[in-house]
C-alpha cells in the first residue's frame, strides 16, 4: 500500500516480529487492580465508535447541526455542545450531550493524512518518552501527549464538560477517539478522571497505539478502571510503538482491558482480554508479518476514516470558512448555544519529534 523503501520495511517487520515473537510464552503480570465496572456492551460500543467516526468529518455546518451522514443511527439527538477545530495542528473534537445514554460525550480526532503509511512509520521510528507529570518513573509518548496537553483541546474540554454537569448534573464522561485520536482521548480521560473522580470517566479507544511505559499503563488502571480499548483483526497501529516483552520496563506497554474483534469461522467476536494490556492471545496473538493498515480503517463495521482525503490544513480551513459563512447567516435559536473554538494559528506543536 504505501511506497517506502524496502529495507525500511523488512526493518520494520523485524522490529514487529521481535515484539510478538514471545506470544504464548509467561502470562504478562498483571498490572491492574480488579475493579472494572465497565464490561463491553455491544450497543453502547456501536454508539461509541460511531462518534469516534462522526469526529472524522470535515464538514463542520453538519457537525455543529447533527445532520452529517456519520451522525445518524445511534448518535440521533446528539445534543453538540462544543466544537473545537485547531486549523494548525490539524486537531478536532466535539463535547456534548447523548440523552439516551445521560452521558457527557468527548470524542477526538488526531491527525490523519491521506496515508496512514507515514503516520506508522513515524511510530516505529520516533518514539519519544516525556515523564509524565506527579506519576514517579511513568513515562509517555510526546507527541501524542503534547497533543492533548499544550494545545487548546485540554483547558476547552475540561471547560466544556464543566459547563455541561453543571447545566445537566454529574452525568457520567464518555471519553473517545479513533487512533491518534484515542491516544489522545487516553490522556483526557485521564486528565478528567484526576480532577473529576475515575468512577465518573469512561474512556473507549478504537485501534489507538500505546502511549507510555509500563509503569505509566499501571497508574493509567488504577486511576482510569472503566476503559475499554478496542483492537480490530489485524491492526497494525495497536502494536505500535513495538512493545519487547523482553524489554518490559524499558518498552511502551498498553494499559487494559483490550476488547479484541475479530472473525472465529466467520463470526465476528469480542474477545474480553486479561487484564495485564498485554494480553498475549488477543491482538498480539497475530503475527508480525500479517499486520495491515486496512484493518485500522473500519470497527464494528463503521469507516473509521476521514470522508475527504485531501490534506488536513486545506480541507478544515474550507470547512472553518463554511461554518463561520454558516453562523454569520443564521440566527441559532438554541436553549444552549453551541461553543465553537477555531484555532487558527496556535501554539505549534511537533508531533513527531522531541522536544
Ligand atoms: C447495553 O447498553 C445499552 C445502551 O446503553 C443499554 O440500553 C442496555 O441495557 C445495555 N445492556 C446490558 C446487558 O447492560
Ligand atoms: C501541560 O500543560 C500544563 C498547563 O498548560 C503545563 O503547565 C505543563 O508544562 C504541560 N506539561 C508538559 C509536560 O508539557
Ligand atoms: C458461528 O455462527 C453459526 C451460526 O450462528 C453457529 O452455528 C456457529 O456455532 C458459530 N461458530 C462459532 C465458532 O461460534
Redesign the pocket.
Known amino acids: 500500500m504505501g511506497r517506502y523503501f524496502p529495507a525500511v520495511a523488512a526493518a520494520m517487520v523485524v522490529f514487529l516480529l521481535l515484539s510478538t515473537a514471545s506470544h504464548g510464552g509467561r502470562r504478562e503480570p498483571n498490572i491492574k487492580n480488579s475493579e472494572q465496572s465497565f464490561v463491553f456492551n455491544y450497543t453502547l460500543a456501536k454508539a461509541i465508535v460511531e462518534y469516534a467516526s462522526a469526529v472524522y468529518m470535515t464538514d463542520l455546518t453538519a457537525m455543529y447541526t447533527w445532520t452529517c451522514s456519520r451522525c445518524n443511527d445511534l448518535t440521533q439527538g446528539f445534543e453538540v455542545r462544543c466544537i473545537i477545530v485547531d486549523v494548525e495542528n490539524c486537531l478536532q473534537a466535539f463535547i456534548g450531550v447523548d440523552h439516551n445514554l445521560n452521558a457527557i460525550i468527548v470524542a477526538i480526532r488526531g491527525t490523519q493524512e491521506n496515508s496512514v503509511q507515514n503516520w506508522i512509520e513515524d511510530l516505529v521510528w520516533k518514539q519519544v518518552y516525556?515523564n509524565y507529570?506527579n506519576m514517579p518513573d511513568a513515562k509517555v509518548h510526546t507527541g501524542f501527549?503534547?497533543a492533548y496537553?499544550?494545545t487548546l483541546l485540554?483547558p476547552v474540554i475540561t471547560n466544556a464538560v464543566r459547563k455541561a454537569r453543571k447545566l445537566y448534573g454529574d452525568i457520567s464522561i464518555i471519553v473517545t477517539g479513533h487512533s491518534m485520536g484515542g491516544a489522545m482521548a487516553s490522556f483526557c480521560a485521564l486528565d478528567l478522571a484526576i480532577s473529576l473522580g475515575s468512577d465518573d470517566v469512561h474512556l473507549m479507544t478504537f485501534g489507538q497505539p500505546r502511549i507510555g511505559n509500563a509503569v505509566f499503563a499501571s497508574y493509567f488502571a488504577k486511576i482510569v478502571p472503566n476503559t475499554i480499548r478496542v483492537t480490530h483483526e489485524h491492526d497494525i497501529v495497536p502494536h505500535l510503538p513495538p512493545y519487547f516483552s523482553f524489554l518490559r520496563d524499558l518498552t511502551y506497554h498498553h494499559f487494559p482491558r483490550e476488547v479484541w474483534e475479530h472473525t472465529v469461522d466467520g463470526n465476528t467476536t469480542f474477545q474480553v482480554c486479561d487484564d495485564s494490556g498485554e494480553d498475549p492471545d488477543c491482538c498480539r496473538s497475530v503475527f508480525a508479518l500479517f499486520l495491515s493498515a486496512s484493518d485500522h480503517l473500519t470497527y464494528m463495521g463503521v469507516d473509521m476514516g476521514a470522508d475527504d482525503w485531501s490534506t488536513c490544513r486545506i480541507v478544515m480551513a474550507h470547512s472553518v470558512e463554511q461554518l463561520r459563512s454558516y453562523l454569520t447567516s443564521n440566527i441559532i435559536m438554541s436553549k444552549n448555544p453551541v461553543d465553537v473554538i477555531f484555532v487558527d494559528h496556535s501554539v505549534q506543536i511537533d508531533l513527531s519529534t522531541s522536544s
Open positions: 516525556l507529570p501527549y503534547s496537553n499544550n485540554r
